[in-house]
């Protein structure tokens, strides 16, 4: 049966194919014009079936393979290899920016937090999918620690892959989700994937799962989690660094 996720994924799919249709689609273009309607539209359609409802979940039957890598695979910048080398034992989470009571988290203390394990498929923009078992910390658990500010309205996630090198320097990925998300139940920041640690071309040490949305939202190598009201300050302002060259901002599927 053809769903509305399969139709969604199939119009991000045939327009986002080959990473380029937006290299020239900004500011007022008519096609920018056009996938931004389309984006709004998919935020209303996602937030009308309610703030919590579920993305798909699997048994682990339907586990055929290991979870296909997408995007960065081994991150080279001098930072990431050298938590690397100590099997990320010096590694921290920093949660910042508006809250009240800013956290540093080991994987120890992320371990020691609630946890909780789910089946979901990972739908790429490339138009391929797989499916995995993920685990981890709920994202709810760790902002709610972090009390966060009435004001605060995203949460930007800064990366240790550095995607591409410009005449500045490293360019490192960042992601951003609005708070409804970042409190979904189904929302987490996963260490572990098929009952094992999380390999490094998925992400290692933490990723985020946001399991209603396309494979590029689902951050990895995750640096630092900052909290705020505005995403103009990040990158070129879109809120990711696939909106900031012409991509959905949102993705939702």
């Known amino acids: 049966m053809i769903t509305r996720r399969h139709l969604l994924l199939g119009a991000a799919a045939a327009s986002l194919s080959g ?8 500011g007022d273009s008519a096609l920018h014009n056009l ?14 079936l309610g703030r919590d409802a579920l993305a798909r979940t699997y048994p682990e039957s339907d586990i055929r393979q290991g979870q296909r890598p997408n995007g960065s695979t081994d991150p080279s910048s001098a930072d990431f290899l050298d938590l690397a080398a100590q099997n990320f034992t ?9 809250v009240q009571s800013p ?19 990972h739908d790429c923009v490339e138009g391929w999918s797989c499916i995995a078992k993920w685990t981890g910390t709920p994202l709810a658990a760790v902002l709610t620690a972090a009390k966060p500010l009435k004001t605060a309205r995203y949460c ?17 990925y960042y992601e951003s989700i609005d708070l409804i998300d970042a409190f979904h139940p189904q929302t987490l920041l996963a260490y572990a994937m098929n009952d094992a640690a999380l390999p490094t071309a998925n ?19 995750l640096k630092s989690i900052t909290l705020t009201d505005s995403l103009a300050s990040y990158g070129a302002g879109k809120g990711s660094y696939w909106a900031d060259r012409g991509y959905e901002w949102y993705a939702g599927i």
Not at 35 to 48: C, G, H, K, M
Not at 156 to 172: P, Q, R, T, W
Not at 203 to 221: D, I, N, Q, S
Request: with cysteine; proline share 2%.
């Open 156 to 172: 930007v996630f800064d990366c240790y892959d550095a995607i591409e090198k410009s005449l500045s320097g490293e360019v490192f």
């Open 90 to 98: 010096d590694y921290r989470l920093e949660i910042k920016g508006m």
């Open 35 to 48: 996938f931004a309607s389309a984006e709004d539209l998919t935020i209303a359609s996602q937030r009308a």
């Open 103 to 121: 956290q540093s988290l080991s994987l120890a203390d992320l371990r020691a937090l609630p946890s909780q394990s789910q089946i979901t498929r």
């Open 203 to 221: 992400g290692a040490p933490l990723r985020l799962r946001v399991e209603r949305h396309l494979g590029y939202k689902h951050a990895k190598y």
């Open 19 to 26: 990473c380029k249709i937006f290299d020239n689609a900004t």
